[in-house]
Each structure stands twice: as C-alpha cells, then as structure tokens.
C-alpha cells in the first residue's frame, strides 16, 4: 500500500510570504504528527493529531505556525510570513495509535521549504 | 526535560562493525528507538527496544540499552556501503500523553569500501 507521502516536495519562498505545506498519511492511521529538521539537527516535534481529540500544539515555536487535519485524513501546516529560520525539512508521520505496544511512526520523504 | 545525545559521525571500512551511541535523560522513557534515514528519504524505523529489556538483536542488528548508565548503542555487523546514512536515536515522550518522539542530532555513518 501507499505510504505517507507529502506535497510540495521543495518549496522557494520569498521572506514576508505564507505557504502551506501538505501530508497525505496512510490511510487508516489516526495518528498523525509533524516535525522539523534543520540542517545538520534531529528532529524537532511540531504537532500532533489523534482521531477527533484536540491536537497537541505544544512544539509549535510561534503563532506563525499553524496546522489543521481534516479528519483522519490530509493535514496541511501552514507557516505565515516566513522568515529565513523557518528553513528547514518539514517531516510529516502517521501511525495507528490504537496500538499500545511500540509506538512506530512511519515518516513522509519530507518537504525541503527554504525562504530567500 | 527530554534530551537525546549523539556523536555526529563515524566512518568505519567495509566488513567492520559499526557502533553508533546514544545517550537519553528522560528515564521514564518506554521505549527507545533506532531510525535510518537515507539522502533524499524519509527516516526508516531500523528497531526499537523495550526499556525493561537490556539486549535485543535482529540480524546484523545489536541494540544494547544500558538504564542505569542511560546509554543506547546500535551495532551493526559487517557493515556494508548501504548502511551509509544518518542514524537517529529517539525516545517515547511521557508523562504528557503526547506520542511524539524526541530524537536526537544524528549520527552520520559513512562507509568506505
């Protein structure tokens, strides 16, 4: 089956514009989470969607940043008047949290967003 | 808080084991995990290893789990040229009910043939 795919896979922006990024997860998965990876760093948790719960936005690092999932489908982030710190590779996972065992994530090949 | 600790990088020859560290602070951590991530791929779930749990091997795959010390090593035998890639350790977040993983910088594992 498909895995988690994730559009645009490299976005050019300029400073001072919006852009909104898209993550298709596997479908059934409940579980759904975003990440950020600057160059040369780990990842750095974004936000976290489970089912119909209110999402946990705690690793948002401004008001900028946004994210809604419609469902247990597509979610979109979208990251207002970008800054040039705000590039970096933006990860996208999904898993079917109902699982209590291990908490495998399977991960999205990403979107490279570099703002000029 | 949650920090996860990696050397940056490690070349090893081809054929030779590779051994890749990791320390963790959370010590109520559940499980520990090992990811792959390859040039232009998403990260790849490698192995994981319960935390009550001191030794786990899959194949070429030697996860050893240190609690007391809070030390994670991934060891892999007989290293190939495709094993090249940046590995990340990471740990469940508790005590917040939130799922995500904290992961560590990476270690970048380059293989020479």
């Known amino acids: 089956g498909a895995g988690v795919s994730q559009s645009p896979s490299n976005k050019v922006t300029e400073k001072g514009k919006d852009v909104e990024l898209r993550c298709d997860p596997i479908s059934g998965h409940t579980a759904l989470y975003w990440y950020r990876q600057r160059l040369g760093q780990g990842l750095e948790f974004l936000i976290y969607?489970?089912?119909?719960?209110?999402?946990?936005k705690s690793g948002l690092p401004s008001d900028r940043f946004s994210a809604e999932r419609t469902g247990e489908s597509v979610s979109t982030l979208t990251i207002q008047r970008t800054q040039q710190e705000d590039s970096a590779v933006y990860l996208c996972?999904?898993?079917?949290?109902?699982?209590?065992?291990?908490?495998?994530?399977?991960f999205g090949p990403g979107t490279r967003l570099t703002v000029l | 808080g949650e920090d996860v600790e990696q050397s940056l990088f490690l070349s090893v020859r081809e054929g030779d084991s590779s051994v890749i560290n990791c320390t963790y602070t959370?010590?109520?951590?559940?499980?520990l995990y090992w990811y792959k991530q390859e040039p232009g791929a998403g990260l790849q779930l490698l192995t994981y290893i319960f935390s009550n749990m001191d030794m786990k091997q899959d194949q070429r795959l030697t996860v050893l789990l240190n609690k007391k010390d809070k030390h994670l090593s991934l060891r892999i035998a007989d290293t190939q040229t495709g094993d090249s890639a940046i590995y990340f350790c990471a740990e469940s977040m508790r005590g917040t009910g939130r799922r995500a993983l904290t992961f560590g910088s990476g270690t970048r594992l380059q293989v020479q043939p």
């Open positions: 959370d010590s109520s951590s559940t499980y």
């Open positions: 969607f489970q089912g119909n719960s209110a999402p946990d």
């Open positions: 996972a999904s898993n079917p949290v109902e699982s209590t065992s291990y908490n495998e994530q399977f």
